[in-house]
């Protein structure tokens, strides 16, 4: 080939690139910083429910608090979302000391911005999962028995017998549309917390926002006075003419078993006090 027929073709390549360019513009990198999600039961978990928050004196003190995490997603600011944990879950034992740092469930790059909604989902534990504080005679705990939150604690008062009780539930609720207060930024790591209220186990009313916190009947419920307050025991315990134990349009629960089990899906908000939707 000649000299002159390389240039020609060397002006052809040239042209050629100089056309691709001109079509379209670069793609703008999205900007990534970090963000943290963290499960968290206050301190009423990892210390104690004081006797100040019950109208009737009792203090709950958790050896167990155990909780079965499933997917947890949260929708940024343009709509997209991130997502994680559907097939596989956390499993913790909430009872865990933090100093108030909760523990993380899940910590990864992410696109810079705000992450107003959170939804998470506590569901009976999986065989599949893996993550979470828990030991593995808890996790062997809750896939047996097929529980989503089981709880181990002791009840006192200054002027009665102590009570303890053991309980185990397989209820499985969804908290949808959470008000999360996460951002992201390129120099800091964003944050939300899936916040636990264990108090909610002790309201004395399903539906009123001026629900107080019993323990009274509980006590009552330990028929034969062994100190320890059964599943068995909350089933026979009515609250059919109870002047508190209120269950607006829930008509169907009729005892202690299933009011507190109603309650267990109540217990999970963002942020401290941050609001969820239920179902």
């Known amino acids: 080939m000649n000299r002159s027929m390389l240039w020609v073709f060397a002006l052809l390549g040239i042209f050629a690139w100089a056309g691709c360019g001109t079509d379209e513009e670069p793609k703008e990198a999205v900007e990534q910083g970090s963000l943290s999600i963290s ?8 210390d ?3 006797a100040w928050v019950f109208d009737d004196g009792w203090e709950v003190h958790f050896q167990k608090f ?5 997917r947890v997603s949260a929708l940024h600011e343009t709509s997209s979302e991130v997502s994680f944990g559907a097939d596989q879950g956390w499993t913790f034992d909430l009872t865990a000391s933090t100093d108030g740092a909760g523990q993380v469930v899940h910590q990864a790059p992410t696109a810079v911005g705000r992450y107003p909604r959170v939804d998470y989902e506590i569901t009976p534990a999986l065989s599949t999962s893996s993550g979470g504080n828990a030991t593995s005679d808890d996790r062997a705990l809750m896939l047996d028995n097929g529980y989503s939150v089981y709880v181990v604690a002791e009840a006192k008062h200054a002027t009665q017998p102590a009570k303890h009780f ?3 539930f397989s209820t499985t609720t969804r908290y949808s549309e959470c008000e999360s207060l996460a951002e992201v930024t390129k120099v800091g790591t964003g944050s939300t917390q899936l916040t636990i209220h264990a108090d909610h186990l002790f309201l004395d009313d399903l539906v009123s926002p ?20 059964t599943m068995a025991e909350l089933e026979v315990q009515s ?5 508190r134990y209120g269950v607006g349009n829930h008509t169907e629960v009729e005892n202690l078993a299933q009011f507190i089990g109603h309650l267990v899906g109540t217990v999970g908000h963002i942020d401290g006090e941050g609001h969820c939707h239920n179902n």
């Open 48 to 50: 104690r429910i004081p």
């Open 39 to 46: 499960i968290y039961g206050e301190e009423f978990i990892e």
């Open 66 to 70: 155990l909780l079965h995490l499933g």
């Open 239 to 243: 609250i059919i003419g109870q002047e």
């Open 166 to 168: 053991s309980w185990g």
């Open 210 to 229: 001026e629900a107080g916190f019993l323990f009274d009947l509980i006590a009552a419920a330990d028929a034969d006075n062994d100190g320890d307050v």
